[in-house]
């Protein structure tokens, strides 16, 4: 049985499909590759390292200054802008995709994406560095819109949960990345090397593209049915049948003989009969606001900006962004090192991750996860104040092995399981707008934050008691208001309601 579903999985994912898949993940890989792409060099970049600083200016050739000197506030203001292109960018993109497609949506985001590394790379001062942080956020955060959703309507059905984690394993592809380049680059000049990397990613992704088609279902949905049909075989590869994928697609009965002969013929009868009523209902959509006013979709929308807020109030991104600085000179090693290791430790847990939520089920995730994250934030604190090194080192990468069990990928999983059809979409966008929010809470203030608690109480590691309190908020939270969604057949069942047929 195992051996059949193995070759069958062989069989449904095409050399061309994993093609699409690498090609428009490059998206969310960009999105880790910015969101971590300071961490690393902040000291060199902000003239805080005392060789660099007392270079500035002796060099009057040089057209670009070795590092552009700022304040504690200045530098998160820097990485919080990233984050503000983001949530506009994720706002944006989810009507652009519905009316101009995938494929025109994803390009936008390459061209945003080299913009805003290319403004980066040659910025002389914070205004021009942030205007580019702000562009590539727009990239990023579109990204994390688009691509989940071409990848779900490219995938093959029983693969979609697989491919589903790509875009999370992808950013953490982009993170360990960026890290890696961040322990070699981080000296002198050679930190504009780093963000002039992102150009060569964003034009590799343009290029890419340029040999991807549109999404069959928007095609299917929006333009041309019948090119939807050739469009999703060629996907599937000329030996597979696509008669189940395309029975709710209103594709006229009177194709070309070629066409019929690429599906499967038992089901041509049954396809005859299923096309009329159920492939020519319109979906009427609700709109962002309206699922707050209608008591029906609130509680999904309380659901996933909970869950939201336990993802970045739990603590991650003090770690991803800010673990070089956050970290030096209180662990027994490098803290660069650490921070690639941090990274690798994130990534091969979201891919040994990956099936366990089709297992133990989301909301299981979810309460292992936020109780493994505020236990190792309890552990850290206790250790940056005790100056365990050891510990220290260990809570951290514990600390994120957590999140990536639960909070990272299951969070955007959720989202699209608690309504139905007609409003995934204004969910998604409650589920990125309160993430983007939150995450640049954290982007912006934790710095600021972390820095006064060590220097009022002394010591280091104080911050890391709020995200524990955080994380006991989180779990509650969770028990309560979240529900179990794996093995439900629809959000009706998922709430427990009873509604009658239409």
Not at 109 to 133: C, H, K, N, Q, Y
Not at 166 to 185: A, C, K, P
């Given at each position: ?347 091969c847990t979201t891919i040994a991750c990956a099936p366990l939520a089709d297992k133990v089920g989301r909301k299981a995730c979810l309460l292992l996860s936020i109780s493994g994250m505020g236990s190792m934030a309890l552990c850290l604190a206790l250790s940056l104040r005790w100056e365990v090194k050891i510990l220290s080192a260990i809570s951290v990468l514990l600390f994120v ?97 009873d509604r009658r047929a239409d």
């Amino acid at each position: 049985m195992a051996s059949t579903s193995l070759r069958q999985c062989i069989r449904d994912v095409t050399l061309y499909l994993v093609y699409l898949i690498f090609v428009t993940t490059l998206g969310p890989l960009q999105f880790g590759f910015h969101l971590s792409e300071l961490n690393a060099p902040q000291d060199v970049i902000t003239c805080k390292e005392r060789e660099v600083a007392d270079h500035v200016g002796s060099q009057p050739d040089s057209r670009l200054p070795q590092c552009i000197p700022m304040s504690e506030p200045e530098f998160a203001f820097l990485s919080s802008m990233f984050v503000v292109g983001g949530l506009a960018g994720a706002l944006v993109s989810g009507p652009v995709s519905t009316a101009y497609g995938r494929l025109l949506s994803m390009r936008l985001t390459s061209a945003f994406f080299i913009l805003g590394s290319a403004l980066e790379t040659l910025a002389r001062d914070v205004p021009i560095m942030s205007t580019g942080r702000f562009f590539a956020g727009i990239g990023a955060g579109a990204s994390t819109v688009i691509v989940p959703l071409y990848i779900s309507e490219v995938a093959p059905p029983k693969e979609r949960g697989l491919f589903g984690t790509m875009t999370q394993v992808m950013i953490n592809t982009g993170i360990l990345f960026t890290q890696t380049l961040g322990y070699y680059l981080s000296s002198g000049p050679l930190w504009r090397i780093i963000l002039g990397v992102g150009v060569g990613l964003g034009l590799l992704q343009g290029i890419g593209l340029c040999f991807v088609p549109e999404s069959p279902a928007w095609l299917a949905a929006h333009k041309d049915p019948q090119q939807a049909v050739k469009t999703l075989q060629r996907i599937r590869g000329t030996g597979n049948s696509i008669a189940e994928e395309i029975e709710e697609w209103d594709v006229n009965t009177s194709m070309p003989e070629e066409e019929v002969l690429l599906r499967d013929p038992e089901a041509a009868p049954r396809r005859l009969s299923t096309i009329s009523k159920s492939s020519q209902k319109s979906v009427e959509h609700i709109g962002f606001f309206g699922v707050v006013r209608d008591p029906l979709y609130r509680p999904a929308i309380v659901a996933v900006v909970g869950i939201m807020f336990a993802q970045q109030f739990c603590g991650i991104n003090s770690i991803m962004m800010y673990s070089v600085s956050l970290l030096s000179g209180v662990l027994p090693m490098s803290s660069a090192l650490l921070t690639i290791m941090i990274s690798i430790v994130n990534l091969c847990t979201t891919i040994a991750c990956a099936p366990l939520a089709d297992k133990v089920g989301r909301k299981a995730c979810l309460l292992l996860s936020i109780s493994g994250m505020g236990s190792m934030a309890l552990c850290l604190a206790l250790s940056l104040r005790w100056e365990v090194k050891i510990l220290s080192a260990i809570s951290v990468l514990l600390f994120v092995a957590s999140f990536a069990t639960g909070l990272g990928p299951v969070p955007f999983m959720m989202a699209s399981e608690l309504v139905g059809q007609e409003a995934v979409g204004a969910t998604q966008s409650w589920c990125l707008a309160s993430n983007y929010v939150f995450t640049y809470i954290v982007a912006q203030f934790f710095p600021i934050i972390n820095s006064y608690l060590n220097q009022h109480y002394g010591g280091a590691g104080w911050a890391y008691f709020i995200f524990t309190a955080f994380a006991v908020i989180s779990f509650l939270f969770v028990s309560w208001k979240v529900p179990e969604t794996r093995g439900k057949r629809g959000p009706d069942e998922v709430w427990g309601r009873d509604r009658r047929a239409d």
